[in-house]
């Protein structure tokens, strides 16, 4: 398959990015800091884009079978006070290439807990972490009111870790998977994210992912 990958320099990308390509798929690494892919392969291009520029990605998109979006922005969120608007905006723009390009499937990562019970509400709402679960959250909704032409899955991991694969099954939910483990090798995400790819599975939909606790 040729896939798009977004946020390929980021831990969990690059686990995407490794998997597909020992799979023998074609990957175009669209990136703002090429530099940050070390990994080279006759499979892997890598192209410096605008994520926020939906008419300059969209070429790059033309002929592909599908967008992973890996996108996050972990590292200063986790100290913003204000509003994160990041992955809606983000999404936004690929979803647009997208159409522009006429390309049809895209995985995207969200996370456990954007729907919290109420009596988080208050605290999480003035965590930076709670920002960015609200954003991914809305992302999430924007994709269900407004992208039905899209054959989107939104992956919903757990806590991640930066491990390969564990090669464990992975359990799956609509809402938060019970009895697994709290966190999740990214290595695991980037094997469902592709499994959901290749095997055209969960299309429109949320899936929340973990692995067992007692494996
Ligand atoms: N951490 C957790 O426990 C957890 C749990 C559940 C879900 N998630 C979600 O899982 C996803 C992957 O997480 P992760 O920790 O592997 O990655 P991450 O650190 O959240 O994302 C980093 C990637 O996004 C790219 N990026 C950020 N801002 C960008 C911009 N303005 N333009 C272009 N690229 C930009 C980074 O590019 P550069 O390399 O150029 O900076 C990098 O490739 C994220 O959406 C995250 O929120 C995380």
Redesign the pocket.
């Known amino acids: 398959m040729k896939l798009i990958v977004f946020?390929?320099?980021?831990?969990?990308?690059q686990f995407v990015v490794k998997q597909a390509l020992a799979k023998g798929h074609h990957v175009h690494a669209l990136?703002?800091?090429p530099g940050?892919l070390i990994i080279a392969d006759k499979l892997l291009t890598k192209t410096k884009v605008d994520?926020f520029r939906p008419e300059d990605i969209s070429a790059h998109l033309s002929g592909s079978d599908a967008v992973v979006s890996?996108?996050?922005?972990?590292?200063q969120a986790l100290f913003q006070r204000s509003r994160t608007t990041?992955y809606t905006e983000s999404l936004q723009s690929i979803v647009e290439a997208m159409r522009m390009s006429e390309t049809k499937r895209l995985v995207c990562?969200?996370?456990?807990g954007t729907k919290r019970p109420m009596y988080l509400e208050w605290t999480m709402r003035n965590f930076p972490i709670g920002k960015?679960l609200d954003n991914m959250l809305e992302m999430e909704e924007y994709l269900d009111k407004h992208c039905s032409d899209i054959h989107y899955t939104i992956v919903k991991?757990?806590?991640?870790l930066n491990k390969d694969t564990s090669d464990l099954p992975l359990e799956t939910s609509q809402e938060r998977v019970k009895g697994c483990k709290m966190t999740i090798p990214?290595g695991d995400v980037a094997r469902f994210a592709l499994q959901c790819v290749e095997q055209n599975t969960w299309i429109n939909s949320r899936v929340s992912i973990g692995i067992g606790r007692w494996k």
């Open positions: 946020g390929a320099t980021g831990p969990t990308g990136v703002r800091n940050g994520i890996c996108l996050g922005t972990r590292k990041f990562l969200s996370s456990w960015l991991p757990a806590g991640l990214r």
